[in-house]
């Protein structure tokens, strides 16, 4: 079975963008494992969103202060609700490379909360958790996932997490594929 699912917007080029967005899209393809593809493809649709989104995707990916193992935790937690096939290929292999135990990330792509966290990855879990689903988190949680990060990582935490349900929607509303020769994460969700 092919990856390949039509997409509800055709594929943004270089020379298919107007002349004002070639910058930003050469900026994108400077650091994007998948080019223009993905969430970008969708968001070059709107100009101004795409490069504001592509400023804080910046901050976040690359800047923030959580480490990189806990920030793509944070996109991989949000990937599995949404089932975001895009998310999950382009984030999981960055969050190996990053340090995240590979069975922490393996329990969560099959629904299952991860075993044998470290306190900061649970903390990460429980919040990302929480707020997506509950969209709140207990004043016990907030103490503790505050004295485990610390305020400034605790409000990046949110900013990530946050981001990528805007990133899984853009994907879902594009419809757009996995890229080829890669399996479906998520198969069941299609």
Partial sequence: MSNAKQKRFPQVTLETLPQESRGLAQEILDISSLGLAGPYNVMLRSPIF???MKRLLDYLRFNNSLPMRLSEFAILIQARLWSSQVEWVAHYPIALRNDLP????DDLKQNIRPRNMQPDEEAVYDVCMNMSKNHKISEE????????????????????????VTIAMLLSLGEEPIPEGKTLPFPEAI
């Fill in 50 to 52: 795409a490069d504001r």
């Fill in 102 to 105: 590979a069975h922490v990330a």
């Fill in 141 to 164: 949680l907030f103490q503790h996932a505050k004295k485990v990060l610390g305020e400034q990582q605790l409000v990046d935490l949110i900013a990530v997490s946050g981001t990528y």
